[in-house]
């Protein structure tokens, strides 16, 4: 075939390919094996003082007199009526139809296909599956459109898994958003909004299981004429508000008041061309809006002094309306709070930071002076070795084994009536915001309820660079935007940032001999949150930032596993907790114990505002309460490791660590032991291991207690963008 010539050459080929292959893995072993290196050398010479020194005294903020009234979840009345409704928008297919599809051959193998929807791809929202308890524990249902060839990649990216558990109940219910399957993710446009689209579904699970498949128009998301719901708007964004179809209107009861009020709204129109009349029914003001196609707009009604009756929105035209998260504003205060923006770097170790021990020259320049001038916990601990269940405490004030989101799957998210620390500050005046490249940090836990607007991964879908995912300039300007709309307001944000969660991207690969790609992954996140801290400065606007992490990382070091979320050593929950705002806030390293659950306290009683029920953290202020004699840290399900141990880890005031749930309980001094090298443990102490014992009682109880309170835990609809997301953070399969 080749000639001996030919043969010659080819093997040759061969040979140099395989060893230049070889030397790739022998690289990679290699990067494994510095980064193990470095990481225990970063134990070991990791430096903690021996005592808390604070200089400085604690200003609080006054509460604020004067609070909003944000018309969303106020009663209301729907005036007109509507031709158009979900029984005119659904497609359903029942199990007659389904035993129709044919089993076609495609590049992720044989799969069950539908005949093409009616909907058209532009119209299309959201698809629903029901099916029957089998043999078979998991499925993909890839979605595609009817008139284009997709290769295995671009079929991989339309794809969802489906987990089919044996349970109780007969049926499996699943919602998926269509609107990111459809979408191309090749930043290329999507396909025409009138070709149609077909799902194939695994073709090993039974044909008599599929029991159901629905398709919902877009149109059939707003049933009624009109409704208060939290709107999914265009570029993925969240808002609480109406929508509101053309011939209907909507009246809200509005008190009268001696001063003059701003209205404040938000208009999108995501079907046809529709008007907006907003007006009091007294005829004291009226404005009439175009609401746009593309984007959202804002506007505002000047409301007069006395004014009061029904504030009435009126839709004209055709098609749909809606109103996001219509408030009613005082004139701004002559002094204005400072911004709070709780940032949250995932997976940033602390010992890993210049400020407590690294040997890298300038890795967190930024962060080490928020560490120097900030009111910083040097020995904080993280409630959770991964996402969930971390951030959920943190808004919360609650630990894992109470709220209990992500410890037992991956789709729970908090409950719709629990309250959260971002509520608080919306009630009392403050615009708030939720950032976050990550979906765990955001809908999909159930936390971007709460905020004025809230931005998960899907916003930024079509715009991802060399990260895979929002970076942590996006996630910023997305706050200095927000500011932007109206600055005479105070604002609080949430922000979270991935770049050190992935430094194993190829972007952090290359570097100084001295540096691992984890390290230029934090000088990357150190450089971006140095800009925005510039940008307000430059701006003169106050501000009171909260450095915080979910959870560390394991390098591979002392033989353990890399990666988080496995176990509860130092290099899993060891965070930083940092409160930094010289005006108000005192600076100085405290060694008492803190926990994320201390957050949100912390910053309610800085501000004066009510705690949170339930919540079992502390304020951190300086004479605010006494240092507990331990924190604690919890490790119940992982995605990766669902069958892996139940620990619970207690951290002393005296630099002590006990864990429960290994194969037998085992014990730290981590003064002497920083690095909890397993060869110099012991046995757990009678008075830890009582109090790790009493703690699972007491949140066993409190868990009952939040049930009650606020309902189960339940899972979250599946919405296909966050489990691309999830994907690609590595959470999934």
């Given amino acids: 075939m080749f000639g001996k010539n030919g043969a010659s050459r080819f093997c040759a080929f061969s040979i140099l390919t395989l060893l230049m292959l070889c030397s790739i893995a022998c690289r990679g072993e290699q990067a494994a094996r510095d980064l193990a290196k ?45 031709r158009h409704g979900p029984q005119s928008n659904v497609e359903v297919l029942e199990a007659d139809a389904i035993r129709a599809w044919p089993i076609v051959a495609t590049p992720r193998g044989p799969r069950r296909q539908s005949p093409p929807f009616a909907t058209p791809i532009g119209r299309a929202d959201k698809l629903l599956l029901q099916i029957a308890q089998s043999a078979i524990e998991e499925a993909e249902v890839t979605v595609v459109p009817s008139d284009q060839s997709l290769d295995a990649m671009e079929r991989y990216h339309r794809t969802v898994q489906l987990d089919l558990p044996a349970s109780n109940d007969p049926t499996h219910s699943f919602e998926i958003a269509l609107e990111p399957l459809l979408r191309s993710p090749w930043r290329t446009p999507r396909a025409s909004g009138s070709s149609r689209f077909q799902i194939e579904v695994t073709a090993e699970i039974p044909v008599e299981a599929l029991r159901r498949v629905e398709v919902r128009a877009l149109s059939a998301r707003f049933e009624g004429a009109a409704a208060a719901t939290r709107i999914d708007g265009p570029s993925g964004s969240l808002r609480p508000g109406f929508h509101l179809w053309s011939g209907a209107a909507l009246l809200i009861p509005v008190e009268a008041a001696a001063e003059p009020r701003t209205l404040a709204f ?124 971390a951030v959920t405490s943190l808004l919360t004030g609650v630990y894992p084994f109470t709220h209990r989101v992500g410890t037992s799957k991956e789709r729970t998210r908090v409950p719709d009536e629990a309250p959260m620390l971002q509520e608080r500050f919306r009630d009392a005046g403050f615009r708030t915001l939720s950032s976050s490249a990550s979906p765990l940090g955001s809908a999909a836990s159930g936390l971007a309820r709460g905020f004025d607007l809230a931005h998960p991964p899907a916003h930024w879908a079509s715009e991802l660079g060399p990260l895979a995912h929002p970076s942590a300039g996006q996630v910023q300007d997305a706050l200095l935007s927000f500011i932007d709309e109206d600055p005479s307001r105070p604002v609080f944000a949430y922000l979270h940032t991935l770049e050190v969660h992935e430094y194993s991207r190829p972007m952090f690969a290359r570097g100084s001999a001295r540096e691992t790609p984890y390290d230029r992954a934090v000088r990357r996140q150190d450089a971006l949150l140095g800009e925005l801290l510039a940008t307000y400065k430059k701006r003169q606007r106050d501000l009171i930032i909260v450095l915080v992490s979910d959870h560390g990382e394991s390098f591979g070091e002392y033989g353990l596993k890399a990666g988080h979320g496995y176990s509860l050593r130092q290099n899993q929950v060891h965070v930083p907790i940092v409160f930094h705002g010289p005006r108000w806030l005192p600076r100085g390293r405290v060694i008492e114990p803190a926990s994320l659950v201390d957050v949100a306290p912390t910053l309610l009683d800085l501000f004066s505002l009510s705690p949170l029920p339930y919540a079992q953290g502390r304020s951190l202020l300086p004479g605010s309460s006494e240092a507990p004699a331990a924190v604690f840290a919890e490790r119940t399900w992982f995605p990766w490791d669902p069958d892996g141990y139940h620990l619970v880890a207690r951290l002393g005031r005296d630099g002590s660590k006990s864990v429960l749930g290994y194969p037998k309980p085992i014990s730290w001094n981590l003064a002497e032991n920083p690095c909890e090298d397993s060869a110099h443990a012991r046995p757990i102490d009678a008075k830890a291991r009582a109090d790790l014992q009493r703690f699972v009682q007491e949140q066993e109880a409190a868990a009952d207690w939040w049930d009650m309170a606020y309902g189960i835990t339940k899972p979250a609809p599946i919405d296909s963008d966050e489990i691309a997301r999830l994907r690609a953070l590595g959470y999934v399969e």
């Fill in 38 to 82: 470095e990481a225990a050398e970063e134990c070991r010479a990791g430096v903690l003082p021996e005592g808390s020194e604070v200089l400085g005294k604690v200003t609080r903020l006054p509460e604020r007199k004067q609070s909003p009234v944000h018309l969303v979840g106020l009663p209301f009345e729907v005036q007109g009526q509507t």
């Fill in 266 to 389: 938000y208009l999108h129109a995501p079907i046809g061309k529709p008007t907006v009349v907003a007006s009091m029914t007294d005829k004291s003001t009226s404005k009439t809006l175009t609401a746009p196609g593309r984007g959202w707009t804002r506007h505002e009604l000047e409301i007069p002094p006395s004014a009061g009756g029904e504030l009435r929105f009126a839709a004209g035209g055709s098609g749909v309306v809606l109103i996001g998260d219509p408030t009613l504003w005082v004139a701004p205060e002559p002094t204005r709070p400072p911004d709070v923006v709780l940032y949250m770097v995932d997976t940033l170790l602390a010992s890993r930071l210049g400020a407590l021990g690294s040997t890298i020259p300038d890795v967190s320049p930024v962060m080490d002076t928020l560490f120097n001038e900030g009111l910083a916990f040097v020995r904080a601990t993280s409630t959770s070795a991964w996402t969930k269940p």
